[in-house]
Nanobody, 127 residues
Framework: QVQLVESGGGLVQAGGSLRLSCAAS????????MGWFRQAPGKEREFVAC????????RYADSVKGRFTVSRDNAKNTVYLQMNSLKPEDTAVYYC????????????????????WGQGTQVTVSS
């Protein structure tokens, strides 16, 4: 069992930045591929980014590429999402998720690939 707790959400003006954190319980954090997803009101949950177990590989949704950066610190059992140049359309609840079963980040864009999820943190970008 893995427990994931997101933090760092809030209200920011367009063009601003936020850094989300996701702290994981347990001693096997480095064995999980980690993903970030988001869900806006009335929309389906969508992939944002994912990162490999060692942090060397990552993938991004086209809508955030060049603005968001995912990273992880396995010593701290934490994954981060640095969000820059935020837009109103980035407004959503952001979730982190973990997968022990995925082989590579190339498979990490589907929500069904992840076994554990955090409770989410709200990000609101005002225009």
């Amino acid at each position: 069992q893995v427990q994931l707790v997101e933090s760092g959400g809030g209200l920011v003006q367009a063009g601003g930045s936020l850094r989300l954190s996701c702290a994981a319980s347990g001693r096997t954090f480095s064995s999980y591929i980690m993903g970030w997803f988001r869900q806006a009101p009335g929309k389906e949950r969508e992939f944002v980014a994912c990162i490999s177990r060692n942090g060397y590989m990552s993938r991004y949704a086209d809508s955030v590429k060049g603005r968001f950066t995912v990273s992880r610190d396995n010593a701290k059992n934490t994954v981060y999402l640095q969000m820059n140049s935020l837009k109103p359309e980035d407004t959503a609840v952001y979730y982190c998720a973990s997968s022990a079963l995925l082989s590579t980040t190339a498979q990490g864009m589907g929500a069904s690939a992840y076994e554990y999820w955090g409770q989410g943190t709200q990000v609101t970008v005002s225009s």
